[in-house]
């Protein structure tokens, strides 16, 4: 079985510039999930899909990031314009119908982002 | 709000040492626990889980205990190997189901032969 895949693994840009990292979850997979891992904490979650929907995007920065997930499958998170803080590694996570709730959640390798 | 405090690493054993990574909770109700690991360039996984009071999580020689009395879910393995070098981050989740989960900083463990 095929895990979830990421793009790109590296990206380094300079501040005020955007970004764009896309994200495949596993076949089947209806939830997806994007967290962003600062140097040195946890992931913090900045938002999760049901399908195409959004059940929870309150610690997106939405002045500056977005995110969609068309069609229910593949989402695309982007910055835009990216700031110093910004920096961290974004990581994204489907889980199957009953995973949810059971807390398995199935992560990609991540998306290693610097800003100048 | 939900938070997960973990024990400050790195932390460096010999093979065949005694592990125990300490986590403790702050959550209202009952929240479901878990131990996630991240290899060396790969993605996090699941370790282990306990979702009430009491219940004890296992895998590949690990175990973590769900005491609610003392908001703890300390992570245990009687004899460290090489390969379980790795981050590892507690979690939990809300009582209600299909909450997002809280993670902790993470510690990394680091085996020496």
């Known amino acids: 079985e095929a895990g979830v895949a990421q793009s790109p693994r590296y990206k380094i840009i300079e501040k005020r510039q955007s970004v764009a990292f896309w994200c495949n979850p596993i076949s089947g997979h209806a939830t997806l999930y994007w967290y962003q891992q600062i140097l040195g904490q946890g992931p913090k979650l900045l938002i999760q899909?049901?399908?195409?929907?959004?059940?929870?995007d309150s610690q997106l920065p939405k002045d500056r990031f977005s995110a969609e997930r068309l069609k229910g499958v593949d989402s695309t998170l982007k910055i835009q314009p990216a700031k110093l803080e910004d920096s961290a590694v974004y990581l994204c996570a489907s889980s199957s119908p009953g995973g949810a709730i059971t807390g398995e959640l199935f992560f990609g390798e991540g998306s290693r982002l610097t800003v100048l | 709000g939900n938070s997960v405090t973990q024990m400050e690493g790195p932390v460096t054993l010999s093979e065949e040492a005694f592990l125990t990574i300490n986590c403790t909770y702050t959550?209202?109700?009952?929240?479901?626990l878990f131990w996630y690991v991240q290899y060396p360039g790969e993605g996090l996984q699941l370790l282990l889980k306990a979702t009430k009071a009491d219940d004890k999580g296992s895998n590949k020689g690990f175990e973590a205990t769900y005491r609610k009395e003392t908001t703890s879910f300390h992570l245990e393995k009687g004899s460290v190997q090489v390969s379980d070098s790795a981050v590892y981050f507690c979690?939990?989740?809300?009582?209600?189901?299909?909450?997002?989960?809280?993670f902790g900083t993470g510690t990394r463990l680091t085996i020496i032969p």
């Open positions: 899909f049901q399908n195409n929907g959004v059940v929870d």
């Open positions: 979690a939990l989740s809300g009582n209600f189901g299909n909450e997002k989960l809280t």
């Open positions: 959550a209202t109700g009952y929240p479901s």
